[in-house]
């Protein structure tokens, strides 16, 4: 069986069995109303009749007399005196007859002129009415008749009730049935890939889980996009390394298959050779550094606590100024080289953080400035602590500011991406393994810091990198 169809059935069983406990509750109902009727006009024809025997019996000489000439049919006549005593009963011996001074009815007649009481009988299924007056000389005539009880009319009425339930049974399944269809067939026609576009016909009650369908849905194309993103990335990123490592290592076997064949005997060619396979080798020695680099941070972006520590180093506080000096120190002669200007600008700042990794970040984005840069240009590295517009807290940052080739706005999104160069028509005799960037960007959001671009092309580039506020560090 289908889930619909099993859906379609206990809707259906629903609604029948409501509809048949509605039919059976309202057949209770009426006979209990139909009884109840019954026992009040019974009691309004029995305080008549009572009032009747009361008037005949105050103008008889003799009480006695008169009830034994008295018949009423299915109407039972007591004549009880002030105490209590029965003094006659058309239906029992009254010298048998228990005291009836306690009886409602006759306490109310003593007390009020008249009384009336009804008692159900469960042996015969009846309610016995009583009505009570008091007579001129103070002794009461009660005269009782008995009314079919609950039970008894619901015997009564069995066969129209069966008939009844059974009517209304087949009522209730054909209306069930077209019900049941009809309740179903909305959700039937629920398109689970396109859920908004149901809630104009769905029910209302629907809509907050269309909506979470919709959600849900909406994330999974989300979840599946990155992962699509991301094993383009691998493929990509496969291809370039294969590529990156590829030539180094072609460039060095060739030379060194030269070397080692004889077939390079000058003294000048073997220094030059060994200075090429020298610089391929820092090369390939660079590629893998970026790359373990690089494999450090993911792993410690999907890690927590001790296994990103263990990573990438325990986090401890860093003075950025002296750490910026000793990255222009190490690049004064690579900056000279290029005549390019190396400045430095710095304000007290301190952030808690990975030493190896911040300045790493701040070295490669130093290197990039140097690296796409005009001879005669500048490179100006600063830091300090500032507000920004949108966070009044003050904020550390580095700065890297240079007056290089600058970056169109249509790459600016994609420099940060692994081997992406700005200017592919140099970008080896540029030198860099293209994972520079990549670090920066991972290692700022290792540190939980924000990078900003501004950059225009031919005018240079500013990068700065700002941390998040930082708690009091004592130095």
Avoid at 157 to 175: Q, R, W
Avoid at 341 to 347: F, H, K, V
Avoid at 353 to 366: I, M, S
Wanted: with cysteine; net charge negative.
């Amino acid at each position: 069986m289908s889930s619909h169809q099993s859906l379609s059935r206990r809707v259906f069983v629903t609604i029948l069995g409501m509809s048949l406990t509605t039919i059976i509750v309202f057949a209770l109902a009426l006979t209990l109303i139909v009884q109840q009727r019954l026992v009040h006009a019974t009691s309004a024809e029995l305080a008549d009749e009572a009032r009747v025997v009361a008037a005949s019996l105050n103008s008889a000489p003799s009480h006695l007399t008169m009830l034994r000439r008295l018949h009423l049919e299915n109407i039972r006549v007591t004549l009880v005196d002030p105490d209590g005593d029965v003094l006659f009963d058309s239906d029992t011996d009254a010298s048998k007859m228990e005291d009836h001074a306690d009886r409602p009815e006759i306490e109310q007649a003593i007390s009020t002129g008249y009384g009336s009481a009804e008692r159900s009988s469960t042996t015969l299924g009846e309610v016995m009415l009583y009505q009570a007056v008091r007579l001129a000389d103070g002794s009461v005539v009660r005269i009782a008749e008995g009314e079919a009880g609950y039970l008894a009319i619901l015997g009564t009425l069995s066969l129209p009730v069966v008939l009844m339930v059974v009517g209304g049974a087949v009522v209730a399944v054909v209306v069930a049935r077209r019900e049941s269809h009809r309740i179903i067939e909305p959700l039937l026609e629920v398109d689970l890939d396109h859920p908004r576009r149901n809630v104009q016909n769905a029910y209302s009650e629907m809509e907050p889980m269309l909506e979470r369908i919709e959600s849900q849905r909406q994330e999974l194309k989300r979840q599946m996009r990155v992962l699509a993103d991301n094993d383009r990335m691998r493929r990509e990123f496969t291809a370039n390394i294969t590529h990156e490592l590829k030539t180094p290592l072609t460039t060095v076997s060739g030379y060194a298959e030269l070397i080692a064949n004889g077939l390079v005997t000058d003294e000048a060619d073997l220094r030059d050779f060994g200075r090429r396979i020298y610089s391929e080798a820092g090369r390939l020695t660079s590629l893998v550094n970026d790359i373990l680099t690089l494999s450090n941070l993911d792993e410690a972006e999907r890690s927590e606590g001790d296994s990103a520590a263990a990573a990438l180093g325990a986090r401890e506080p860093i003075d950025l100024p002296l750490m910026l000096d000793g990255i222009v120190q190490r690049l004064e002669q690579v900056a000279s080289r290029s005549e390019i200007d190396l400045d430095l600008d710095c304000a007290p700042a301190m952030v808690t953080g990975v030493p190896r990794l911040v300045d790493e970040l701040a070295y490669n984005l130093t290197s990039n400035a140097i690296r796409y840069n005009h001879p005669g240009g500048s490179v100006t590295l600063s830091c300090g602590v500032e507000a920004t517009p949108d966070c009044d807290c003050p904020t550390p940052y580095i700065r890297v500011a240079d007056t290089g080739i600058g970056i169109a706005p249509e790459e600016q999104e994609k420099i940060f991406e692994r081997f992406y160069r700005v200017d592919k028509s140099r970008s080896k005799a540029r030198g860099g393994t293209g994972l520079g960037l990549a670090i920066v960007k991972h290692a700022a959001s290792y540190h939980g810091a924000r990078i900003e671009l501004e950059s225009e092309l031919g005018c240079g580039t500013t990068i700065t990198v700002r941390f998040p506020a930082q708690e009091q560090i004592e130095v």
